[in-house]
């Protein structure tokens, strides 16, 4: 890359690069470049600059700094990863307190009531209760791995 850009710089302070520049139209009509003036036709001396100069290679604080964005940059999204495992570790944290509430519930037994869709209480019997007892205990099973 540096031998790259040695080259073009090199290539770009040669003496080609200031030549004089000559447009003329020959005998047949053509359009004709050249450096050096034609003698039989009038030609137009055009001024050409050079090139935009290269660009300089990054020094190295440029490329520590560009190092300590990506730097940052990785930590940053290190960090909203970690907050966000945090985040889920106390949903379900929260959704294995819940799960154990309700299980410790209907272990000690009695009558368990649930509103319907109307928003009428209705009384659970024991089969409703047992399927109760085991989304519970799965719930349990599933929150409440890494307590």
């Not at 003698?39 to 090139?51: E, F, H, I, R, W």
């Not at 907050?83 to 889920?88: F, G």
């Amino acid at each position: 890359m540096n031998r790259i850009l040695l080259l073009a710089c090199a290539l770009a302070c040669s003496p080609v690069a200031f030549a004089q520049l000559y447009k003329s139209i020959d005998k047949d009509g053509r359009v004709v470049y050249s450096d050096q003036p034609p003698a039989t036709a009038d030609a137009k001396q055009l001024k050409v600059s050079p090139g935009p100069a290269p660009a300089a290679p990054p020094t190295a604080k440029e490329r520590n700094k560009d190092q300590e964005k990506g730097k940052t940059a990785a930590a940053a999204e290190k960090a909203k990863e970690d907050e966000l495992k945090a985040k889920q570790a106390k949903a379900n944290q929260e959704r294995c307190e819940v799960a154990r509430t309700q299980l410790r519930n209907f272990d000690a037994g009695g009558r368990f009531m649930v509103v319907d869709a109307k928003g009428e209480r209705n009384i659970m019997d024991e089969k409703q209760i047992e399927e109760e007892r085991a989304k519970a205990q799965k719930a349990i099973d599933e929150s409440c791995k890494a307590s």
